[in-house]
């Protein structure tokens, strides 16, 4: 009996190890089939702005001595540098990263077991790009400064922390239910909370301890300290790394939990209202549109609230961009997001102006939310409440407005490619077009450099609402410009 079970495990054993070499030939080859040529392109041209740019900060910094100002030594920066990306890391991990965490069902038909198949991912989420990328970056940030020791010290260290952050992801992607996802997120708070004592406690220990930060009491303890405290940090995130692989391991997908098919929903309960939202919830081009616009135009927002700009310029010069550009970036591509099933809704009984209507109505609740995230900056400068109402009105009634038209333009878009440098859904039309996004902005500028605040805000809130009050009679003159033109668009975004 023993001999039989010994040999039964062996041969177990045998056939996982088959099972993940042939998963990972699978994975090598269809990496090696997407390889592209123009990814790797944009990859080095950032790489290489990066480095430009980090390299002039640094000659910068050395021209006016201000690493050697440092009121401890410099060697902690490597930990301090290999942990502050964890935030921004999974943050970048949540907006684009999208590695498979489930088997599909030809991999179900074969035998794979989820020992293998947790094996394999976690292969996959260990050499991936968004992995490496931060890691590196902030290694040779180190490098510049600091013995090539030490910079081997920060990727390990950053290395292991994003490795936590894309094990949490994969838990969090194959998570069924509530019930998992609600102790790992106590757990990573908690990780993180215990990470970043550690750091500051090493930080305290080897630089703050002594009387005089600069000049350790022994020679090279702040070094050798550091480096015990990166070796306590990867150790640690070592162990929460395997507890992640393990809980991963063990979790079932709902399906496979509850014996019973998740709930879809059905095509009687999809309504006009809710096709925009839908679009963007499930479109990888337009989500990453959104969350990406949406926090850059929003922080340059923040940026400009320098009592020294509003005070020399009397406007704050990005909060219409701030407002409007979210919107307007998914405005400018029309109808291409239903060109791919226009013949679907030529069959409700959805006439084409109800369309055209309810994205404007979908533009303006985006206007409304910039709105509202933006209206901290404008409590904190004591700016009048209304120029922000007034720049909403304006956004709405003028800047998405005029980007309408585009319906009559546009061309159908792949929905599940990435935005990142894609044009992929643009035409001469539509490009030429948008140069009338400059009046808007035009009449913006002008209006709070040459008139006085409250008039600049009496003139946008006006042309805002006549833009509101012309929005029903100009969607109907489009519906009609679009509908005399429905068969040249059709076979336009069929063969496209």
């Known amino acids: 009996m023993e001999q039989h079970t010994e040999r039964t495990y062996n041969s177990g054993g045998t056939a996982d190890r088959q099972a993940l070499k042939e998963l990972l030939r699978m994975w090598r080859l269809q990496h090696w089939r997407d390889f592209s040529w123009r990814t790797l392109f944009v990859a080095a041209y950032f790489a290489g702005l990066y480095v430009m740019v980090v390299v002039g900060i640094y000659m910068g910094l050395q021209g006016h001595d201000v690493l050697g100002q440092l009121p401890f030594d410099r060697s902690v920066l490597a930990l301090l540098l290999a942990v502050a990306v964890v935030p921004a890391d999974m943050l970048l991990k949540v907006i684009w990263r999208r590695s498979p965490v489930e088997m599909d069902d030809v991999l179900r038909s074969r035998p794979v077991s989820p020992r293998t ?55 969090w992607r194959r998570a069924p239910g509530n019930e998992y996802t609600f102790p790992l997120l106590v757990g990573y708070l908690a990780w993180g909370v215990a990470l970043y004592a550690i750091v500051v406690g090493v930080f305290i220990v080897v630089g703050l301890a002594a009387d005089d930060p600069s000049t350790p009491p022994v020679a090279g303890a702040t070094v050798w300290g550091t480096v015990a405290g990166g070796a306590i940090i990867v150790a640690f995130n070592a162990v929460v790394g395997y507890v992640l692989h393990r809980y991963f391991r063990r979790m079932k997908n ?18 006009l209202a809710s096709m925009d939202w839908t679009a963007v919830r499930r479109s990888k081009r337009l989500r990453m549109t959104l969350y990406v616009i949406a926090p850059i135009f929003l922080l340059n927002t923040y940026m400009q609230q320098v009592p020294q700009v509003i005070e020399d310029l009397g406007f704050n010069t990005m909060l219409l961009l701030g407002v409007a550009f979210p919107a307007v970036m998914l ?28 994205k404007f109505r979908f533009y303006a609740k985006i206007c409304g939310v910039m709105a509202l995230l933006c209206l901290p900056a404008v409590v904190w400068m004591h700016m009048a409440p209304w120029t922000l109402l007034a720049v909403l009105l304006f956004s ?59 008039g600049a805000d009496a003139l946008m809130a006006a042309l805002g609402i006549v833009g509101i009050a012309l929005e029903r009679p100009f969607t109907a003159w489009l519906a009609r410009r679009w509908y005399a033109r429905r068969h040249d668009l059709m076979e336009r975004w069929t063969k496209d």
């Open 254 to 271: 709902h399906n496979e939990n509850s014996g019973r098919a998740s709930h879809v929903q059905p095509l009687s309960d999809v309504t």
């Open 117 to 171: 198949w947790a094996l394999f991912v976690l292969a996959d989420t260990s050499v991936g790009f968004m992995q490496l990328m931060l890691p590196l970056a902030m290694a040779f940030v180190v490098a510049l400064a600091l013995p090539l020791a030490l910079a081997a010290l920060t990727f390990v260290v950053a290395y292991s922390a994003t490795m936590v952050n894309a094990l949490v992801q994969n838990c």
């Open 331 to 358: 405005a400018q591509y029309g109808l291409g997001v239903e060109a791919n099933y226009i013949h679907g809704i030529w069959t409700k009984p959805w006439p084409i102006e109800a369309v055209l209507r309810n």
């Open 396 to 454: 709405v009634g003028v800047f998405v407005l005029l980007l309408m038209p585009m319906c009559l333009y546009c061309s159908r878009f792949d929905l599940f490619t990435s935005a990142f440098f894609n044009y992929q859904g643009s035409n001469k039309q539509m490009n030429i077009y948008s140069f009338i996004l400059f009046v808007p902005m035009g009449i913006y500028y002008a209006a709070y450099y040459f008139l006085p605040t409250w």
